[in-house]
T-cell receptor, first 113, second 115 residues
Framework: SQKIEQNSEALNIQEGKTATLTCNYT??????LQWYRQDPGRGPVFLLL?????KEKRKERLKVTFDTTLKQSLFHITASQPADSATYLC????????????FGTGTKLQVIP | DAGVIQSPRHEVTEMGQEVTLRCKPI?????LFWYRQTMMRGLELLIY????????DSGMPEDRFSAKMPNASFSTLKIQPSEPRDSAVYFC?????????????FGPGTRLTVL
């Protein structure tokens, strides 16, 4: 069955360092991979999308890589700030239906001042 | 735009009662999604609509759950009868095919507690 795995344990890093979050998937051939941010008590907010034929995508301090051979995406936040503390969700959109995405369970990031 | 609007924000009910959750998508968006989020299972897609028509309801857990979208600006998710295991946060999201990214815009969610 299709499976999306993100680190269930929280990731704690020092302010100013680069945070790297991992999203692995199995039995899936996604056309797109998205990353969302979710703050407590709020709905997820879209951050970045990367297509299957793209290796890397950047937006300000954010960088996403997508390796369809390894079936993995890495999400980097450079020069991390306490305001980056949140849960980050990856989401895969495949051929099951246009705009239908499947979300991972998320990784909680805590940036320590 | 006010974004996706959901009501109520919190709902506490007793087992066996009917629960109706409401959603107003962003104007002009042609896709609407209902999700359920729990600690154990994460964010699960229940059903989604395109132009008010249900496209995929394979995530609806059982017949106790039903969803409607009578027009482009309103959708409901109904649980009848409710059970304690239905306790979760329910999110509504909308998106548009005219956007460059297939991003979904989420509402603030409804926290449902079934006693």
């Amino acid at each position: 069955s299709q499976k999306i795995e993100q680190n269930s344990e929280a990731l704690n890093i020092q302010e100013g360092k680069t945070a790297t979050l991992t999203c692995n998937y199995t039995n899936y051939s996604p056309a797109y991979l998205q990353w969302y941010r979710q703050d407590p008590g709020r709905g997820p907010v879209f951050l970045l999308l990367i297509r299957e034929n793209e290796k890397e995508k950047r937006k300000e301090r954010l960088k996403v890589t997508f390796d369809t051979t390894l079936k993995q995406s890495l999400f980097h936040i450079t020069a991390s700030q306490p305001a980056d503390s949140a849960t980050y969700l990856c989401a895969l959109e495949g051929s099951g239906g246009y705009q239908k995405v499947t979300f991972g369970t998320g990784t909680k990031l805590q940036v320590i001042p | 735009d006010a974004g996706v609007i959901q009501s109520p924000r919190h709902e506490v009910t007793e087992m066996g009662q009917e629960v109706t959750l409401r959603c107003k998508p962003i104007s002009g968006h042609d896709y609407l999604f209902w999700y359920r989020q729990t600690m154990m299972r994460g964010l699960e897609l229940l059903i989604y609509f395109n132009n008010n028509v249900p496209i995929d309801d394979s995530g609806m857990p059982e017949d106790r759950f039903s969803a409607k979208m009578p027009n482009a600006s309103f959708s409901t998710l109904k649980i009848q009868p409710s059970e304690p295991r239905d306790s979760a946060v329910y999110f509504c999201a909308s998106s548009t095919t005219s956007g460059y990214y297939n991003e979904q815009f989420f509402g603030p969610g409804t926290r449902l507690t079934v006693l």
